[in-house]
């Protein structure tokens, strides 16, 4: 009777890593790996090699020598004898508060111009068509400077604003003036507020001088302050959402219970605005309006016209390929599901943010990610309107100022990585939250 053995298994040899298709991808993702980091060694080597011969070495100490330069738009104190460090941190907050509100705004104008470009009414589809065409194939550049340039002919000088007989007159209750100058508004005030906390303190710097050594710091110490205020608000209306979506769970549940859902609107709108409004009473807040003092207003909050021309440029072009995006995401989805929603007596409007919308998410998010970072990285055209963002400062006087041209665009390079890298984790959040789960 014979017996089966297994056969004898194959001793391994050199020849395997190529010809060996189990080995063979193993052995070419190595070599790429080697080729590459032999690569990156000759190219850093070769860097430091002319940096030598130039008498120069790579160092970030320049970031605490005086910057030497204004800023003309800033969220935080900063003066011409503040640091190359603060300096960029400045205009980095002014990069951040161009691709905040150019993100917002350019969704709610894609999302809508996206809506009706399907519209059954023909003058409304085509100029939407028209409007998406236009903004899609001008650079945006161009519509930065051709914004810039609209505010600065058109809109009235300060002194327009000034005599028995003014030509030109605020608006809104006498609150905000549109000048060439910029955007004057009122500015929220505290009269009994909680004062600033310092972060990052810094004792090298005039602000933090203590008295004696290991005495606390300043009031006003530190690389910015932030506003106490600012926090308590900020916490009471996160937790004020948090009641209004724990109470919507609710209602969800009643619904799919018993098929009736209570109404909740107004108890979601007190749970956010009630804590809300005590608190800002309590604060003593109230409006600091803009007032005509000599050649220019004073008071209030100041919006350069070349942050509003940044920031509409930037939304109106981008909201261009959003509006593209949310019209691909609604063909997307199956006629049979307006129709199935028809049937049950849904109006138009509402089969749209009911039915359409949700489901068409999943299609519209990916490719909306990467029109947020585009927004945020054309924002570095601020310069051609005189805006300074954190490529104006640190990419621009910075770097021209100290001859640290390496340092400066590494830097740079690390802030827009790191910021894309945030956007896309959360839009990515985002995603997963609301994508359709199957059953």
Known sequence: MASLTDPPKESFRLGMLIYDTRYRSLTIQIVALFVFMIFAAWLINNTLANLAEQGKTIGFGFLSDPAGYDINQRLLDYSSQSTHWRAAFIGLLNTLLVAFMGCITATIIGVIVGVLRLSNNWIVARLMTVYVEAFRNVPVLLWIVFTMAIMIETLPAPRAFKGENPTANMVLFDSVAFTNRG??????????????????????????????????????????????????????????????????KRADRIQNATGDRPTTWYLRLGVVLVPLAIVLAILGFHLGYPQLKGFNFSGGTYLRNSLIALWLALSLYTAAFIAEIVRAGILAI??????????????????????????ALRVIIPPLISNYLNL?????????????????????????????????????????LAISLSISGIMNWYNDRVKLVER
């Not at 006003?220 to 506003?227: A, E, L, M, P």
């Not at 601020?382 to 590494?410: F, H, K, P, S, W």
């Open 183 to 248: 955007v004057y508004i009122p500015e929220p005030l505290f009269s009994r507020g909680l004062g600033d906390l310092p972060v990052l303190p810094d004792r090298d710097s005039p602000a933090c001088a203590a008295p004696e050594a290991g005495a606390p710091l300043n009031d006003s110490c530190g690389v910015f302050q932030i506003s106490l205020d600012l926090i308590l608000i900020v916490a009471v209306l996160a937790a004020g959402l948090y009641g209004s979506s724990r109470i919507k």
């Open 376 to 416: 945020t990285k054309n924002s570095s055209l601020a310069i051609a309107v005189g805006y300074m963002d954190i490529t104006g400062t640190l990419g621009g006087i910075t770097m021209n100022q100290t001859g640290r041209e390496l340092e400066c665009v590494l830097l740079l390079m690390l802030v827009y």
């Open 334 to 359: 199956s006629s049979g599901q307006t129709e199935a929603a028809a049937a049950l007596g849904l109006r138009s409007n509402r089969i749209m943010s009911l039915v359409i919308l949700p489901q």
